[in-house]
């Protein structure tokens, strides 16, 4: 070992010694004066391999203030979650290894942090199950439904089917009887991966994991069937169920719901049909699917001939018909005709619900009638309702893509001021709109406001607010952004970087236009070595 050590060592020096002295023996005119940088590197790794066993150090002492400062330093950088996961990284062998590296972590287990472990992480079969095993062997979390259904649904995401069908006989061997939830996500993560016959074969044998198959079973099935649009299988399960299982409104309604998004009329009615046939009666959701299909199919005469025998039966009517009413106008491109179904909703006191006004809201926005839009809005939040986060994206999408920011910025300030949640893209669709306008003063204030809202600045919002500089002349402000944004390791584009020096030499500030080329050059220099470094595992 020492000799071919020695050898080995010997012959990389020779070639160092080959290679200086050819160098060397070089007259000075011949002498190369501009070294591609990432040929020397591609020789000195060549020269120098990455030795793949790990050098020898001096241990710490384990009671030493050195060892405790040295472990301190690297907790209080990392997440529990990440602490946990990081013991994985590090390739132990053996389970029991693992397991003690695990128990060794100072943290307070959870079944939050379980869950972000397993589905945060990038962990394999293997893994997930020597975590479980050690999750079940604590004392701090009951072993209940809800602590598998976290495990069984990382598992069924990552498409470990096998693991996953052991996990439920374990459960079973254990007396833990599985629940709707977990039987909901072992059935979605096979349709999900189109192996819809083990779906159904599992379903048939639901006796083996300690689940009976009755009403409630059969809608969870096909719930997650016509979710995943496998409406036709959906129907056989049907068909083949009937004289197993007595059916209630809500299994019909699922597989008319299921139809009624492709506008296939004929399946819905004998669906219907056959409702009917077994003693049922339709309710509210009922007539809003078949409502839904007729508009669908292009036959919204036979809808409305619909809507108005229901009113003239005097049924109750929901906000679900209404809002199937009004789908199917604007689908037609007759929005004054779909807001009068809304104002015969607020007429006979049918409360209109979030779908009601996101559906008006964005038909006035695509028709550009943002006076409407925004009129609409506002009697959203006067209701007390509050808009999600991608909902108030979705608004503020057709809002930046035509006509000044103004209508923009005041859905985001009626949604700020009622609580809503603003997300990171909406901040950049606000920053770009901005900054195309040339507003800087308003531009400010969305990057401090996003900022404050816990969103750090990336490449885009970087290049967004150096570009508004750029549009009003304050060409020092957009230097410091620069240069902020070359501290954080964020490289603006030549595109903007052009921009930026050109108006400088316009207006005859060579020197500051100097100083930031040379700024970005450095920078730029630095990151094309960081990529070579690294493209040779050189992570420095």
Not at 107 to 135: H, M, P, Q, R, Y
Not at 271 to 290: C, F
């Amino acid at each position: 070992m020492l000799v071919t050590r020695f050898f080995s060592s010997r012959s990389t020096l020779l070639n160092l010694s080959s290679l200086i002295s050819t160098y060397s023996s070089l007259p000075n005119s011949k002498f190369p004066t501009n070294l591609d940088e990432s040929q020397v590197l591609n020789q000195l790794s060549d020269l120098l391999p990455i030795r793949q066993t790990s050098p020898i150090e001096k241990p710490i002492p384990p009671h030493s203030s050195e060892r405790n400062n040295h472990f301190t330093v690297f907790d209080n950088l990392l997440t529990p979650a990440d602490k946990l996961s990081g013991i994985f990284l590090q390739k132990l062998k053996g389970k029991t290894a693992i397991e003690k590296a695990l128990s060794s972590v100072d943290v307070e287990l959870t079944a939050d942090l379980v869950d972000k472990v397993v589905n945060k992480g990038n962990l394999d079969a293997a893994s997930i199950a020597t975590f479980f095993n050690w999750v079940i062997k604590q004392q701090n979390i009951p072993i209940d439904n809800d602590i598998y259904c976290i495990i069984i649904k990382a598992l069924g995401r990552r498409k470990f089917f096998g693991m996953m069908i052991g996990t439920l006989k374990e459960m079973r061997n254990k007396g833990i009887v599985p629940n709707l939830e977990i039987l909901s996500i072992v059935v979605d993560s096979f349709i999900r991966a189109r192996q819809i016959s083990k779906a159904i074969q599992l379903f048939n044998g639901l006796e083996e994991y300690g689940l009976r198959c009755d009403t409630e079973t059969v809608n969870v099935v096909l719930r997650c069937l016509c979710r995943r649009s496998h409406v036709g299988a959906a129907s056989s399960l049907l068909v083949k169920m009937k004289e197993k299982v007595s059916f209630d409104v809500t299994t019909y309604n699922i597989v008319i719901g299921g139809w009624s998004r492709f506008g296939r009329v004929k399946e819905v009615e004998r669906i219907v049909k056959a409702m009917v046939d077994d003693g049922l009666e339709a309710n509210n959701l009922t007539y809003s699917y078949v409502l839904e299909c007729l508009g669908r199919a292009g036959r919204i005469d036979d809808a409305v001939e619909i809507f108005e025998g229901l009113e003239e039966k005097g049924c109750a009517l929901d906000s679900g018909i209404y809002n199937a009413m009004i789908s199917n106008f604007i689908a037609q491109g007759e929005i004054d005709e779909s807001f009068k179904y809304y104002e015969r909703m607020l007429n006979t006191e049918c409360e209109p619900n979030a779908v009601t006004y996101m559906r008006l809201i964005s038909a006035f926005l695509k028709a550009r009638r943002v006076a409407d839009a925004i009129e609409m809005f506002d009697e959203m939040l006067s209701r007390g309702m509050i808009v999600t986060t991608g909902t108030i994206t979705s608004f503020l999408e057709p809002l930046c893509s035509y006509g000044p920011p103004h209508a923009a910025l005041m859905i985001y300030k009626k949604a700020r001021q009622a609580g809503c949640t603003i997300s990171l893209s909406a901040y950049k669709l606000l920053l770009m709109r901005l900054s195309r306008f040339g507003k800087c003063g308003m531009l400010l204030n969305i990057w401090n406001e996003m900022q404050e809202s816990g969103y750090s600045s990336d490449m885009q919002v970087y290049e967004y607010v150096i570009n508004g500089l750029c549009n009003v002349g304050q060409l020092e402000n957009a230097v410091l952004v620069v240069e902020e944004a070359l501290e954080k390791g964020f490289y603006p584009s030549r595109l903007i970087c052009s921009k930026l020096n050109n108006k400088l030499l316009a207006s005859n500030k060579i020197e500051i236009a100097y100083r930031l080329f040379l700024k970005i050059k450095t920078a730029r220099a630095k990151q094309n070595s960081q990529t070579n470094w690294r493209a040779k595992g050189w992570h420095f």
